[in-house]
């Protein structure tokens, strides 16, 4: 689908004279790379689209349905990230206007899954944490004026803290499964879903692109990656137990932890130079697989950051029992745990692979 | 005071006939050099003692005091621990009857010290993570059946979680210094301070000890020492965020940590370790700095370990708001993912040193 970016060092070893030839067509990757890339997931997504419609999306998650729904977020983020890297190489008019619309829709489509993801994460701890199963066989009322935590009471603590958990997220899950279907019907979504009929078979290249090398672009893609990387603190991150992620952990501000910001643009920054890589190189290229495991770790992070934000959330629930509190407590530090050792993750995968060269 | 340990290169390299009479003096330690060591602790004790008295140790600590009573514990530790090293060269009934005695008075003792440390180490924790001071202007009642703990609350939590972890400790720490009060007053007090006005002038050696060599038996304190670091979970440690130290933090065991208990045991072999080196090499040897670097991770895990249980009995008070609840859970998680940067420092401090060939 992609083409393979040729070794130079490959190319020059013969002097036959096809090698210029070779060079035109392997060298340096033109905008028929993009355009090849682009109509390639525009007909992924509508196969994902007619998959998730006969797997019956309407109804909660069968797997099939589930993997459907992930193949739509998948091709839809593919392509408005080449999109957006290649933008110069597109009508400017049609740019503009798919790509808010494919933001909001794997934006969309990705709430529930996160939410589903976010339980899972926490009841998994509550579990590490507590040596049982935390999924209460009857989930009970909260009782106000809880009294004496007494020991037997943490465990306790930590199944209503589940039970709390499982409520609030299997809520937030529930709604937003709804307003995907609401979307998925929408004549929002049908606009979009004509724009990347038409992107499956005619892919709008501007008439400058027929002799651009993508080169350029796609390297300045790397480059804004490596520029929020140098301004992330690799040093502190690559510090085990510097503590730096639960600092101000119990701090008054609305957002305590502003400190995640810089790693979740990373995170974006670096899906980004992944997909102009799959456009150059194809998506079987190792420097991918080297890609996807500096991205698993701030996945990582992000999964991490927003389960401790849901704990601590969740100990703002009016009336609940010290002792669910207390577990909630320990829960968002391990939690903010998580996301140091993310970072820490992260810093030794950043170090082990020449991201830079790739 | 302690006798050189010759480098036994230095003692063979040279080949004038002074080499035997050098060797007996320097190459193999003797009985000598324990009991100049245990003279040197005694005079050191009996010292702390009469200035402990002079600063007026019945007081809440003055500075002087509380030096004095440290000075008091350490000389204390060093006697009992390089007796029992060197047992089978003292007399047996002395010893049977100092050490029990001695552990008494330096364990009583240490009480006051360590609830003071716990209450800072934790205050500290709870100003690291609120980012506010957390000692309360006015300690104010705990309310029962808490409301809402919106974000506000959070520092209310930890400011109450303080307020509360000091009246507990500052309590806990009164009673210590009334029990050492009592304790250096008492009959059992005075027969230990004879004893040991006895020992800075006169050691009861055992008649075999003249001609006895100090090697075998402070070789079997450095081998019981590797044995206990040798069981330890070292590779585990040595992975940073393996996330071991807060695993059943929430478990209803009574004491849910009993994974420290081994490190504990090595934190004391390593002191009766490095006393024994003290006793061979002087207390200013290279060995007994790395040593006490190695210690100071140990001392650091143990205090973690019990700030965390701290945090987590103050959780139990009944009638606690669930902010203070949720903050206390907090600090618990905190001071167990302490616990754990302790392991890692106490496993890098282990494989920098050749603590085997010390």
């Known amino acids: 689908m992609a083409q393979q970016h040729l070794d130079p060092t490959d ?17 340096a990757p033109t905008a028929d790379a993009l355009a090849c890339y682009l109509r390639g997931q525009a007909t992924e997504f509508l196969r994902a689209l007619r998959l998730h419609r006969e797997t019956g999306g309407s109804g ?25 890297t290649f933008r110069p ?3 400017e008019a049609w740019s503009a206007e798919l790509c808010p619309e494919l933001a ?16 899972e994460r926490l009841l998994l701890a509550l579990h590490r944490l507590s040596g049982t199963a935390v999924l209460p066989a009857q989930p009970t009322e909260e009782v106000p004026g809880g009294r004496a935590v007494d020991r037997g009471n943490l465990t306790v603590g930590a199944a209503k803290a589940g039970a709390l958990l499982e409520r609030q997220l299997t809520l937030a899950r529930t709604r937003a499964h709804s307003t995907a279907l609401q979307a998925l019907g929408s004549a929002r979504f049908h606009a979009v879903a004509d724009k990347v009929a038409v992107l499956a078979s005619d892919v709008p290249l501007t008439p400058a692109a027929a002799t651009a090398d993508l080169t350029p672009l796609a390297a300045a893609a790397r480059e804004r990656l490596t520029d929020a990387v140098a301004a992330l603190p690799l040093v502190t991150a690559g510090s085990p137990y510097n503590a730096e992620a639960l600092v101000h952990g119990l701090s008054p501000d609305p957002s305590p932890h502003p400190q995640d910001a810089p790693w979740h643009q990373v995170r974006l920054l670096l899906r980004l130079h992944r997909y102009a890589r799959e456009v150059l190189d194809g998506a079987d290229s190792p420097v991918i697989a080297r890609l996807l495991a500096a991205g698993q770790a701030l996945d990582r992070h992000r999964d991490a950051s927003e389960a401790a934000a849901a704990a601590a959330s969740a100990a703002r629930t009016p009336r609940i029992a010290p002792a669910t509190a207390y577990a909630l407590g320990v829960l968002h530090a391990d939690q903010r745990h998580e996301v140091e050792a993310a970072r820490f993750a992260f810093q030794q995968s950043w170090l082990k692979q020449a991201v830079g060269a790739g």
């Not at 190319?11 to 060298?27: I, K, N, R, V």
């Not at 099939?64 to 593919?78: F, G, P, T």
Request: with cysteine; net charge negative.
């Open 11 to 27: 190319s020059t070893a013969g002097s036959s004279p096809e090698l210029p030839t070779a060079l035109e067509q392997g060298g």
């Open 104 to 119: 909001w829709l794997s934006g969309t489509l990705a709430r529930e899954h996160a939410c589903q993801a976010c339980l």
């Open 89 to 91: 190489l597109l009508e």
């Open 60 to 84: 909660h998650g069968t797997e099939e349905s589930v993997d459907a729904a992930r193949a739509l977020r998948r091709s839809a983020r593919r392509i408005s990230g080449s999109v957006h």
